[in-house]
């Protein structure tokens, strides 16, 4: 239970740490596509004995490069190339899982195994954990300027290029993170619905790269102790629990929750009036 607590508190904070920007630049079909496309990388890795974050960043790349070749090559716009490129190599991954003979259930890569994490699992959720939020935070200001503004940041001397290939790796290295937490299927939760949370709340990028992180890691808490008393699946039960958070947020964030903006209309109106 301590394993499953820590390695759920270390993937909801790199998550929404990294869901920020991927919010910011608009990167949430992305962060999707490469989440799924590295199941096929991560059951070869096992086959081959090297650690799973080298066969998710090959195969992360790999996603990128193709949505990008089936774009440029053909009529096809980046939504459909998406949807065809993840989609293809998730399926070869679900192939390559029910044909691979193993004494691990690689089936916990689909839909994660918080109450069968290891020693080792924890190290390397921790290690990698360490190393996206460590770039992330490096690289902070570039990447910013980046997602606010790549015609400027070229002008400056920055290559936008290699900022956003670095952040895929990055994205590649975090969902092997949060596998172990939630499982590859909704692993993309984790990676978008912090940050959105955090943006509904806030209009500045620094304040949302605290708020995120609290929240999912408040949230991740709250889902485990409800799976246990409610005896459920551990990271559906995290995934739901941040659901609701965006869901109250949603309606009830003082300057942009649904509720409150129209109460403040409705009060704005009386003033005309009276």
Not at 74 to 84: F, P, Q, S, V
Not at 189 to 196: F, K, Q, S, Y
Not at 254 to 261: A, F, K, L, Y
Request: charged content about 10%.
């Amino acid at each position: 239970m301590v394993r499953a607590l820590l390695i759920t508190l270390a993937a909801s904070g790199v998550c929404a740490l990294l869901s920020c920007w991927l919010v910011l630049i608009g990167w949430s079909l992305m962060g999707e596509a490469v989440s799924h496309a590295v199941l096929p990388g991560v059951v070869l890795a096992y086959l081959v004995g090297v650690p799973f974050a080298i066969g998710a960043v090959v195969f992360g790349g790999l996603a990128v490069v193709l949505i990008g070749t089936v774009r440029r090559t053909t009529r096809l716009k980046e939504d459909a190339a998406i949807g065809i490129v993840f989609t293809t190599l998730f399926a070869g991954g679900l192939v390559l899982v029910s044909v691979t003979p193993s004494e691990v259930d690689l089936f916990h890569i689909i839909f994660g195994n918080l109450l069968g994490v290891s020693r080792a699992d924890l190290a390397q959720v921790l290690i990698l954990g360490a190393i996206v939020v460590i770039v992330l935070l490096a690289l902070r200001r570039d990447l910013t300027l980046v997602a606010f503004d790549s015609t400027h940041a070229h002008a400056i001397g920055l290559s936008p290029r290699l900022l956003n290939a670095v952040l895929l790796g990055l994205l590649a290295l975090t969902a092997v993170v949060a596998l172990q937490a939630v499982g590859v299927v909704l692993v993309v939760a984790m990676l978008i619905t912090p940050g959105a949370t955090a943006y509904l709340l806030t209009d500045s990028f620094s304040r949302m790269l605290l708020i995120a992180p609290g929240i999912s890691m408040l949230c991740g808490l709250a889902g485990i102790y409800a799976s246990y008393y409610l005896d459920t699946s551990s990271g559906a039960m995290v995934v739901l629990a941040q659901g609701l958070a965006f869901g109250a947020v949603y309606l009830l964030s003082p300057s942009h929750g649904v509720i409150m903006r129209r109460l403040a209309a409705r009060r704005r109106r009386r003033a005309l009036a009276g």
